[in-house]
Nanobody, 129 residues
Framework: QVQLVESGGGLVQPGGSLRLSCAPS??????????IGWFRQAPGKDREGVSC??????????YYSDSVKGRFTISRDNAKHTVYLHLNSLKPEDTGIYYC??????????????????WGQGTQVTVSS
């Protein structure tokens, strides 16, 4: 069992930046063996995957949705057992609840909800002037 905790959301103006963090609530070596993805859900919309990073043994490859490519950057710090999502050049349409998710999926690409083993509780990101 892995409990994920996100942090770093908030209110930011268009064009601004945020850094989201995802870490297990207590230390577990197994965290490093999960691919970690970020999803977001806007009001009235389905949860969508925006970014994912594979495990370090697979090269720590990163993936992004077209809507965030070039603006968001995902990284993982294995020493801190933490995955970060850097959100830059934020737009109002980036508003939503951001969730991190862990999966044992071994293939590449963005995670889909059906392969997620564990979810975080979510953190709100609001982009508004």
């Amino acid at each position: 069992q892995v409990q994920l905790v996100e942090s770093g959301g908030g209110l930011v103006q268009p064009g601004g930046s945020l850094r989201l963090s995802c870490a297990p609530s207590r230390y577990t070596a197994t965290f490093d063996y999960y691919a970690i993805g970020w999803f977001r859900q806007a009001p009235g919309k389905d949860r969508e995957g925006v970014s994912c990073i594979s495990i370090s043994k697979s090269g720590g490859q990163s993936y992004y949705s077209d809507s965030v490519k070039g603006r968001f950057t995902i990284s993982r710090d294995n020493a801190k057992h933490t995955v970060y999502l850097h959100l830059n050049s934020l737009k109002p349409e980036d508003t939503g609840i951001y969730y991190c998710a862990a999966s044992l999926r071994s293939s590449g690409g963005l995670l889909t909800t059906d392969v997620v083993s564990y979810w975080g509780q979510g953190t709100q990101v609001t982009v508004s002037s």
